[in-house]
């Protein structure tokens, strides 16, 4: 039987008639009336109980402990003095007056809490104050380059001076060495295209463009203030010079086999080390958004001076891949040394995407034309030995990948280094103004 509000109500307003309770189902619950009456009495028992909350105690003690003194003395002396006067008044004022009923309204209404007393000041939380202090001291990376960046261009220094000392040993104090180096030389203009000649450059221009690069280098350095920076690339110009003067004349060249060229150590290339050190010098010194297209001239002009100076019996491959090396490895040096003004400045640092895509595209090619040229020395070496004429294209196209590919290898780790030193992302090189939300275009 389905029970309804109705049916309920029905039952509760009018009484059982006596005898009925269950006869033929005319009620529809029994004892309806007397459970939902009892639960009703409960529910009103429940509500007329005062509740005492934490703030109603406290008001009623802060009320209490506002009351004069003086007034339980003054009852004190009526009392004493009156007998039963007071017991009396009060007794007839609960005749006449009619007790104050109890009303759950108002028993509702709950005064506000007394405002809690205001916390005595607490020292300050040592945390915070290291925060602050840490703030208010200058950001390291703005005076000096991450430590693993120093690292990283030391290493790369050193490994570029061993390339260097490996090349000289392998070409100059092996016998299968020194005759791929004479195969090289005395082939390589009759082999090779003969624009690789370059117009027969002159002394006097390769000179003259690698000190043009050199000036511009230290020109663009002292107009940006980079004063630190003037004074490392003035050290590297130095270094680089000495380097190729003084290298040549100390290093041996000893007499394995039987060679038709030039029996004097050749090594290192004067020309080669001038034009990648001054092409170097160009590119640490340009701000960030002209040191991608930089380190391209680099790699194009030093490659152009390697591989003339080959063609024109100049120079062995040897003394160029052993030059552009120890330039790298000048400049690795270098870059591990920059301090404050050497590097950007902390409003506009920020990475570049150019130097990112160029140093990638200078990386892998140089990786490929090494990996190239080794592979092509692989397959000629059987015919090192003996001179034989079938191995001298070989010898010559290697060489040419190998000038080509450490010329981009060289740039490319150095662009990669510079952007790294010069420019270490910090919270003070974040800050600029962000950049503004594309515009439509007018109807």
Not at 286 to 299: D, E
Not at 322 to 344: E, K, N, P, Q, W
Request: aromatic fraction near 8%; hydrophobic fraction near 50%; charged fraction near 15%.
């Amino acid at each position: 039987m389905v029970y309804t509000s109705q049916s309920l109500r029905v039952a509760l307003r009018h009484p059982i008639p006596p005898g009925q309770e269950c006869s033929k189902g005319k009620w529809p619950l029994v004892g309806a009336r007397r459970f939902f009456h009892t639960l009703f009495q409960f529910a009103h028992a429940l509500a007329s109980v005062p509740r005492f909350t934490r703030a109603r105690t406290v008001v009623a003690m802060t009320q209490h402990e506002s009351a004069p003194e003086d007034e339980p003395r003054v009852n004190g002396s009526a009392n004493a003095s009156g007998g039963s006067a007071p017991s009396d008044s009060v007794a007839a004022g609960d005749a006449t007056t009619p007790a104050a009923q109890w009303d759950p309204l108002e028993e509702r209404r709950e005064p506000h809490p007394a405002s809690a007393p205001t916390a005595a000041p607490t020292a300050e939380d040592p945390l915070s104050a290291q925060i602050d202090a840490s703030l208010a001291q200058p950001d390291p990376l703005a005076l000096r380059p991450r430590t693993s960046s120093v690292v990283l261009c030391t290493v790369f220094g050193v490994v570029f001076l061993g390339i260097a000392a490996a090349v000289y040993w392998l070409g100059v104090h092996t016998v299968d060495g020194q005759s791929y180096e004479d195969l090289a030389i005395m082939n390589f203009a009759d082999t090779m295209p003969a624009w690789l000649s370059f117009g027969n450059l002159k002394s006097g221009l390769v000179i003259g463009v690698s000190l043009a690069f050199g000036a511009a280098a230290m020109l663009v350095a002292a107009a940006r203030k980079r004063w630190w920076l003037l004074g490392q690339l003035a050290v590297f110009a130095a270094v680089a010079f000495a380097a190729a003067k003084l290298l040549k004349p100390l290093l041996p060249r000893p007499l394995l086999v039987h060679v038709e060229s030039s029996v004097n150590n050749s090594a290192p290339s004067g020309h080669t080390m001038l034009a990648a050190a001054a092409g170097l010098m160009l590119l640490a010194a340009v701000p960030r958004a002209w040191r991608a297209c930089a380190a391209v001239l680099s790699t194009v002009f030093t490659s152009i001076v390697g591989v003339s100076v080959i063609y024109d019996r100049w120079h062995r491959p040897v003394d160029v891949v052993m030059s552009v090396c120890i330039a790298g490895a000048c400049m690795m040096f270098t870059l591990a040394c920059t301090r404050a003004s050497g590097m950007d400045r902390t409003g506009s640092r920020a990475s570049s995407p150019s130097v990112q895509i160029a140093a990638t595209a200078l990386i892998t090619l140089g990786l490929c034309a090494i990996a190239y040229g080794t592979y092509v020395l692989w397959q000629v070496f059987p015919g090192l030995q003996y001179a034989s004429a079938w191995a001298a294209p070989g010898a010559c196209a290697a060489a040419t990948a190998m000038v080509v590919g450490f010329a981009g290898l060289v740039n490319g780790m150095v662009l990669m280094m510079r952007q790294i030193t010069a420019a270490p992302l910090t919270r003070l090189g974040l800050i600029g103004e962000p950049p503004a939300p594309p515009r439509k275009a007018a109807a």
